[in-house]
């Protein structure tokens, strides 16, 4: 069984920072792209950024050069530094992988946490 556990989130006023972790474990072969997304109330999850085994990442317009995406491969652990923060980030986050299971197998399985909130208000 794959779990996906994201901590960090909370209350932060805005230009404030945080950090949030999602750490990956259960049976899992390989890890492909780890992500974050995100969904405000009453809106449509979005995604956020992304990080690919080699490190190459990508960026929502609406967080580019604000928000910094990492990964530890030999943690299994993807991060989320949120600096700059404003209003319109309040959203639960949530963390999103695409594994593989088993050597020789192409199929990706993707995998969600459970969220963490995240509020930016004064």
């Known amino acids: 069984q794959v779990q996906l556990v994201e901590s960090g989130g909370g209350l932060v006023q805005p230009g404030g920072s945080l950090r949030l972790s999602c750490v990956v474990s259960?049976?899992?072969?390989?890890?492909?792209?780890m992500g974050w997304y995100r969904q405000a109330p009453g809106k449509e999850r979005e995604w956020v950024a992304a990080?690919?085994?080699?490190?190459?990442?990508r960026y929502a317009d609406s967080v580019k050069g604000r928000f910094t995406i990492s990964r530890d491969n030999a943690k299994n652990t993807v991060d989320l530094q949120m600096n700059s923060l404003k209003p319109e980030d309040t959203a639960v986050y949530y963390c999103?992988?695409?594994?593989?299971?088993?050597?020789?197998?192409?199929?990706?399985?993707?995998?969600w946490g459970q969220g963490t909130q995240v509020t930016v208000s004064s």
């Open positions: 999103n992988v695409a594994a593989k299971l088993v050597p020789l197998d192409p199929v990706e399985y993707y995998y």
């Open positions: 990080i690919s085994s080699a490190g190459i990442t």
């Open positions: 259960g049976s899992i072969f390989s890890i492909n792209t």
